[in-house]
DNA sequence: CTCAGTGCAAATATTTTGCACTATG
DNA sequence: CATAGTGCAAAATATTTGCACTGAG
């Protein structure tokens, strides 16, 4: 089984929660999921699953911290599945493909932050916005490669 | 007049947007905000300006970038006025006040992350999770002081 | 007079909740 | 059989839109 899929189940078992056949095909749904997806996509795709069920499921599944809310400017927020400790997001803005990155340096700013701001940090949420290379491909090809 | 409130009136004229009753109890209302709000806290603040007018007024400021949105967790966006060109958010988890800072290491990071991440950098968020120090002072006060 | 702007109410979008029903231990 | 889990539909929340009316130029 997908590491990624155990890690969901796991997450709902840690939680006292039941193994039940809707909320399997909701983390098996998730473990597909390349990118980032909304309830939406969710309920769509699996239209057999109630839609309280996916918005229960996907509640645990963020309080449990296996799963990552991003709340975006316009719309529904998407979740992703939280692959690494402590990270941050890439979003493209051109096709809204999400990726993750971690790097030591932001932590390292944070501690320089921390002199400066008034109140003591609890946490902190960066997300770069990128065109990704698919899109920098799809317009390459397109009128605008006259650069 | 308060600087703030002209940025806001002029954000406004740059648009081509006239100067009306509505909009001009809209600007000074934000102008008199010393955190961020929410479109729901305007309207409640100005029961005589329609809710259209207050969302249609607080999309024009968006849109000219007089206003930041700011999407949070849950619940409906924050607003706050860009009172700094590039400009990151501190927000207080507990009482949910937002200040602004600006810190060039932070755009440091970003030159460095250009080459770790796949594509086009086109911009980034960074928003720091704090106590405030209203809210450290009040849980001091309390039982938790003895540390 | 013309058209931007407005307010209301209806529509839309997203998420949560109440409740009766199912099914697991 | 007690109780967690489910699905539906209604409610709640947040925002946008259609439309007739108002008012400035």
Redesign the interface.
């Known amino acids: 089984m997908d590491p990624v899929e155990i890690k969901l189940i796991t997450a709902l078992e840690d939680r006292g929660l039941r193994k039940t056949a809707a909320r399997s095909l909701v983390t098996s749904r998730i473990e597909n999921a390349n990118d980032a997806f909304t309830a939406e996509q969710l309920c769509r795709d699996l239209p057999e699953v109630g839609r309280a069920t996916v918005y229960r499921t996907i509640r645990h599944l963020v309080d449990s911290g296996a799963l990552c ?1 991003l ?3 316009d719309g529904a ?1 998407m979740y992703s599945v939280a692959r690494v400790e402590h990270h941050h997001h ?1 979003i ?2 051109k096709c809204g493909a999400v ?1 993750e ?1 971690r ?1 030591s ?2 932590e390292r ?2 501690r ?2 921390e002199k ?18 698919q ?2 491909a799809k317009s390459d090809t397109g009128a605008n490669s006259a650069v």
Chains 1, 2 share one sequence.
């Open positions: 809310k709340p975006i400017l927020p890439t493209c803005s990726g990155f790097h340096t932001v700013v944070m320089s932050l400066e701001i008034d109140g003591d940090i609890v946490g902190h949420r960066m997300e770069i916005f990128i065109t990704c290379n899109c920098l």
